[in-house]
């Protein structure tokens, strides 16, 4: 089932919706494993999708029988607060312009409120070996920052696309800094038609591989993939989640 809620967020005084789904047949005491992901709009219904295509998340999880639960977050969608709200870290963007960045105080709420709400109000198994964080471009970003920041919360992460353009030194410095994360497992892909010419498609892999190597050394099992047809769309993450969900083991 999908279900639909707001929720207040304090850091932007305004109201997210969440776009929550949950297995429709749950037995008895049954409890589940909870993804969390950004953009919650994308996920489940073209009709609500920024750019009418979503991840088809619903029929992925009832046709697989994936057993959990699916928080998405829904973004602000005014200008560029998306970003704002997504990126750990601010910067400035010839496109974007100045992005000022709330990433980490949105992370604080998440661990802090949004969790603790989802615990209480749903058959959840709260426990960080079964609470995954997820997204794609800068939700990606935000899956593998929440994933090496917060591994006490979030010890498996999915992140598709991740954009590093302005932040990679500041998300490299924060990792190298983190905790030890030999409990955490990260997915973390790219797509081979995300960039327009070969030399930005190998500068785009080595900052990937970058972070992989980077948590490899703070202990981490780190599944990295090159998707060879892959694209930066919904179309392209909605294939990838029948992987993800096997390497990080929520099947």
């Known amino acids: 089932m999908l279900i639909k809620e707001d929720i207040y967020l304090p850091m932007a005084d305004s109201s997210r919706t969440l776009h929550i789904y949950m297995p429709d047949d749950r037995k008895d005491n049954e409890r589940f494993p909870v993804l969390y992901m950004f953009d919650g709009h994308n996920l489940f219904l073209d009709e609500e999708a920024t750019y009418g295509r979503s991840w088809g998340m619903k029929e992925t999880f009832e046709f697989m029988n994936y057993r959990a639960i699916i928080v998405g977050l829904e973004c602000n969608h005014e200008g560029n607060l998306r970003l704002c709200e997504f990126s750990p870290y601010s910067f400035s963007d010839n496109y974007w312009g100045q992005v000022d960045a709330c990433g980490k105080e949105l992370f604080e709420w998440m661990v802090h409120g949004l969790k603790p709400y989802i615990d209480e109000k749903y058959p959840t198994l709260p426990e960080s070996e079964h609470t995954l964080i997820g997204g794609s471009s800068m939700g990606g970003l935000m899956a593998i920052y929440g994933g090496a920041i917060y591994p006490h919360v979030y010890s498996k992460a999915a992140c598709l696309s ?14 190298e800094k983190s905790e030890d994360l030999s409990n955490s497992t990260f997915y973390i892909s790219w797509g081979r038609h995300e960039w ?3 030399r930005a498609l190998s500068i785009g892999t080595e900052e990937n591989l970058k972070v992989c190597r980077l948590l490899t050394k703070k202990n981490a099992k780190v599944y990295p993939h090159c998707m060879e047809h892959g694209h930066h769309s919904e179309e392209s993450w909605e294939k990838e989640v029948p992987i993800f969900m096997e390497e ?3 099947v």
Do not use: F, G, N
């Open 162 to 175: 991740p954009y590093y353009t302005h932040v990679l030194k500041r998300l490299l410095a924060d990792i």
């Open 196 to 198: 327009r010419t070969k």
């Open 248 to 250: 990080l083991h929520i």
